[in-house]
Structures are given as structure tokens and as C-alpha cells.
């Protein structure tokens, strides 16, 4: 975070994020950056930055996954936009430094939520899906763009829940395999927001 203290400033002053990734953003490299902006934004830091969120993201704060996914996209041509949206993320996470990963013994079966985005990257026409599984706090968490270009949200939805069920059926076949089949003697619940 020191390292990166006056591009904050620079960029955001005082202000302290409340989510992790600005809303309403997608980084895509559709948009053609402008002369010396990508040389300028790799010498700043930025791919040793995102490298840092992402261990951080992937071991303490999965709730920034789906910005981490979004950061990664312009990873060789970072943009202005791209730059300030990885401040954006580093100053919410240092300001929730003291929450992370809560881990605790349940009695309850493993549950999955899965979702989609009906919102399409204009460089390729894929959207963002992610999905998590939660047994006593996130064991495995993803966020990442679809194979394919969806023709509408229910495909994009179905593609999803097609992702996380592959997961999903892993990690039932390892915990039956580690001796923990009582933890899921019944089928898991999986939670999505469609109704097709």
C-alpha cells in the first residue's frame, strides 16, 4: 500500500472506497488507449500491482474476485481507466485490511451460489459469471469471463451454473473421498436468480 500511497492520492485523495471495484465498469480492451498511455501505467506498477491483489484476493478477500478478473484483462495494456480502478481496489482493501477469511467448524452441508452478468465485454461479447461455495465461510470462489458469447441472460445463467457444477461435483467427489461423505449424504443446494 505504501509503495502506491501517492498515486492514491493522486487519484482518489482522501476518499475510501466502499466497494471493491467501481460500479458500473468494465475494463475491456475494446478501447484503444491513447499514445504512451500502456508504458506509462506499466512503469507506474501496475502489473506488480494487480499481481499483489490478486494473491491477496485469492487467499484473504474473495470479494474482490471479480474485480482482480476484470484488472487481469488489460494486464500488457493497461489504460488510465485500468490504473485507477487498481488504486481504487488497493485502498478498499487496505481500508478492510482487519476483515478477511473467516473460517468455522459448521454441521451444515456445503451450499454453491452462481450468478451471471447479462452484460457483454464489447471486445469479445462475453460476459462475467462467478460462483461460490460456501461451507462455513467461502472455500472456493471464482469469478471469470464465460467460453462463450450468450445469446441472452438465460444462456449466460445456464453456462454458469455449468461451470459451478463441474466444481461443485469435484468437491463432492473429494470429500467422499477424504471420508467425509456425511457432510453431503443429500444433494447440495445451488442458488441462482433464474428461472428458466
Known amino acids: 500500500y505504501d509503495i502506491f500511497r501517492d498515486d492514491i492520492s493522486c487519484v482518489l485523495g482522501k476518499r ?3 466497494v471493491p471495484f467501481p460500479e458500473g465498469i468494465i475494463l475491456t480492451k475494446a ?7 500502456v508504458e506509462r501505467n506499466i512503469k507506474r506498477g501496475y502489473q506488480r500491482l494487480i499481481g499483489s491483489l490478486l494473491w491477496y484476493v ?3 478477500s ?10 487481469c484483462k488489460l494486464m500488457a495494456t493497461p489504460t488510465d481507466t485500468a490504473w485507477e480502478c487498481a488504486l481504487h481496489m ?3 482493501l487496505h481500508a478492510e485490511r482487519h476483515h478477511g477469511l473467516i473460517i468455522s467448524e459448521t454441521d451444515e452441508p456445503p451450499t454453491m451460489y452462481v450468478d451471471a452478468s ?4 464489447p471486445h469479445d461479447g462475453k460476459c462475467q459469471y462467478g460462483y461460490c461455495i460456501m461451507w462455513g465461510g467461502p472455500l472456493i470462489a471464482k469469478s471469470g469471463k464465460l467460453n462463450h458469447v450468450g445469446m441472452n441472460s438465460t444462456y449466460n445463467e445456464y453456462m454458469a451454473l455449468t461451470h459451478a457444477i463441474k466444481q461443485l461435483v469435484w468437491l463432492r467427489q473429494l470429500m467422499h473421498e477424504t471420508g467425509m ?12 436468480d433464474n428461472k428458466q
Open 58 to 60: 485469492r487467499h484473504i
Open 31 to 37: 478501447i484503444q488507449p491513447m499514445e504512451g498511455e
Open 62 to 71: 474473495p470479494i474482490a474476485a471479480y474485480g482482480c478478473s476484470q484488472l
Open 90 to 92: 488497493l485502498t478498499y
Open 118 to 121: 447479462n452484460r457483454d465485454d
Open 16 to 18: 475510501v472506497p466502499k
Open 181 to 192: 461423505s456425511a457432510h453431503i449424504s443429500s444433494p447440495t443446494i445451488v442458488y441462482a
